[in-house]
């Protein structure tokens, strides 16, 4: 910990942590290849009084906060090139995240402050892309499961939630010219708590130079609680 200010406090927290990443390809042949990707890591945070954090607290020089994160996933990809240039793929992926944070400030009741939640989500899709002359047409269908948990023995708090979505996409790139590209698109997603919304989209690119282009585009989008 570093103590920038000399107020006695840490400016920057005692930081200890790991992060892994490997990536493994895999060729069936020429046209068909998949690909996993997997991070894993841990951090542990502690800031405070840089009496106690240093060894020499007390029951003056007591106060500190601690986070610790615990944080998991993988991409999956699955992908099929055809001799027209159509091309199939799968996509999966899988996240966990795990965080506490205990602070030594005492609570209404009685005991130090502490929160412990944990959150997994995934996403899947498959889609096919085809081209047909200047236009490039791709459909898929999707889906998302987003779970949050939290320990209620230190909160009165409801903050849990479990949300799956179903989606169908489709969207259409249509090369007008060598410089000007009209992109439109509609999704449908269902929300298993707040139901249906048919999202559509729209968005014209021009090329003006190798350097420089423009795009305007407008649709619609949700964001859930």
Known sequence: P?????????SQPKVRGFTVNPKLF???????????????????????????????????HSYYQENKTDRSNYQLLFEKKYNNGA??????????FDRSIESSIIGSDGKPGRFDGKQISSWSEISY????????????VDFSTDNFSEDTALTHLNRGYNYNTIGVFAQDDWKISHKATLETGLRGDFHNVFGS????H????????????TRIGGGLGYKVP
């Open 2 to 10: 570093v103590d920038l200010g000399n107020d006695g406090f840490s």
């Open 87 to 96: 091309i199939f793929s799968i996509k999966n992926s899988m996240g966990l």
């Open 197 to 200: 919304f048919i999202l559509p």
């Open 129 to 140: 892309l085809k081209h047909a002359g200047k236009n490039d047409v791709v459909a898929g």
């Open 26 to 60: 895999y060729y069936f042949n020429d046209s068909t290849k998949l690909t996993l990707n997997i991070s894993t890591g841990a951090e542990q945070r502690i800031g405070g009084d840089m009496d106690y954090l240093t060894g020499a607290g007390d029951f003056i």
């Open 202 to 213: 729209v968005s014209f690119l021009y090329e003006w130079n190798k350097k420089f282009s």
